[in-house]
């Protein structure tokens, strides 16, 4: 096998791709920042118990395992940064008052996570703890929106969902709880089939709400369906309150409701979302609220947040153009290379690209267009126009 072969899903990042993801990460957290989000920055290897605890059991089977060296332990490879920062906020932190948290870097996954994904994600993400309100919510699917934008995706549909309604559609019927992760599994596939046999023995009420959900999706109407079709309960009456509150905070012509789509099911607790694009099958950003996110760390609070891969976003922008720059020659003769170097520094600070050229080299690079040149003209260094 070549030793310059890579592993299945894992690749280089080159210059101009590379370019376009870092100038995402430095958009996207000033953002961040001007909201009013600190920034963390957890580790990438984490003991596994503490990386799978609470929410991260979602992400067991996605997590590469090794020994640790030095402690004789089991390491984990993060998979994701969720658990990581709600750590952060429950062990480290340890406020009382509300903390918005943001965070960038990258993850490892055994597998990938969808059509030609990498397994490597360059994960972003924000988070609020310590609001229960709705408003903490929106706020968090208005950044996602506004991160998009920011890389000029303007054309987003927003899915809305809440686990809260299966929740509450089960939670007088003790058979369907047994049956609690199964039912998921078929309603986020739609399987109307597999759930008239699952369904067979459940209390009627139950079971009709159950084969209603998987038809309860299109723009904001679906709420007033779901209002008459699902049981009268107060639970879900506020589920929905909320996702319309929610929708017409984002706008309701960009919003579609799905209540079928519960991916993440197993750690939401409340309204969750995912911003769909043209050109990609999956949801690039996925969000909501996980009030018992720092129930492992030993402090539950309120919690909701959204993340995204910005190497999955770069590939949806157009290819950088090349950044203007000049051109320098590299000089050896006295007098001359001292002016020529403090000619170089002064274009640098003014913001300038310079880039000198070696002894019996050119330069021949993806990122930058040399328009100009330094020149040695009548004993002066000077800037020309290249043709």
Same mark, same amino acid.
């Given at each position: ?16 791709? =590379? ?20 920034? &963390?920055?957890?580790? %990438? ?40 920062? =709600? ?61 998009? =934008? ?27 709880? $047994?049956?609690? %992760?199964?039912?998921? $599994? ?11 046999? %699952? ?9 009709? =709400? ?97 993340? %995204? ?13 090349? $950044? ?14 001292? $002016? ?13 690209? &310079? ?18 040149? &330094? ?13």
């Amino acid at each position: 096998m070549p030793n310059w072969l890579l592993p299945e899903n894992i690749a280089d990042v080159l210059p101009s791709e =590379a370019r376009k993801i870092e100038d995402l990460r430095r958009l996207i957290l000033d953002n961040f920042r001007l909201h009013g989000y600190e920034l &963390v920055m957890p580790p %990438m290897l984490e003991y596994l118990e503490s990386l799978l605890a609470g929410a991260g059991q979602d992400t067991e089977g996605m997590t590469f395992k090794l020994v640790d060296q030095l402690s004789g332990r089991t390491l984990g490879v993060r998979a994701d940064m969720t658990t990581q920062v =709600a750590r952060i906020d429950a062990h480290l932190l340890n406020r009382a008052s509300l903390t918005r948290l943001c965070y960038a870097g990258s993850v490892l996954r055994t597998l990938p996570q969808g059509l030609h994904a990498t397994r490597e994600p360059f994960q972003i993400g924000a988070e609020i703890y310590g609001h229960a309100g709705l408003e903490a919510d929106a706020e968090i699917q208005h950044l996602a929106l506004t991160s998009l =934008a920011l890389a000029g995706i303007t054309q987003v549909r927003l899915d809305l969902c809440h686990v809260g309604i299966l929740r509450a559609i089960i939670a007088e019927d003790a058979t369907a709880q $047994k049956d609690e %992760m199964a039912l998921v $599994k078929l309603l986020e596939a739609k399987d109307t089939p597999g759930l008239q046999v %699952m369904s067979a023995d459940y209390a009627p009420i139950t079971r009709e =709400a159950l084969l209603a959900l998987p038809n309860l999706y299109g723009d904001i109407t679906v709420l007033d369906r779901a209002r008459q079709v699902l049981p009268a309960l107060p639970a879900i009456a506020s589920a929905l309150d909320q996702l319309q509150a929610l929708a017409e905070a984002a706008g309701p012509e960009c919003v579609t409701i799905d209540l079928a789509d519960l991916r993440g099911y197993h750690y939401e607790s409340g309204a969750i979302f995912g911003a769909y694009v043209p050109g990609l099958p999956n949801a690039l950003v996925r969000g909501g609220r996980y009030d018992h996110v720092g129930e492992a760390f030993g402090r539950s609070r309120p919690a909701t947040g959204f993340s %995204m891969d910005l190497r999955e976003l770069a590939r949806l922008m157009p290819g950088a153009q090349r $950044k203007l720059a000049i051109r320098a020659p590299w000089s050896t003769e006295a007098g001359l290379k001292e $002016k020529l170097q403090e000619c170089i520094v002064a274009l640098r600070k003014a913001g300038e690209i &310079v880039i000198q050229n070696l002894p019996g080299h050119e330069n021949d690079q993806d990122e930058f267009n040399c328009d100009r040149a &330094v020149v040695l003209e009548n004993g002066h260094w000077v800037i020309k126009n290249l043709d």
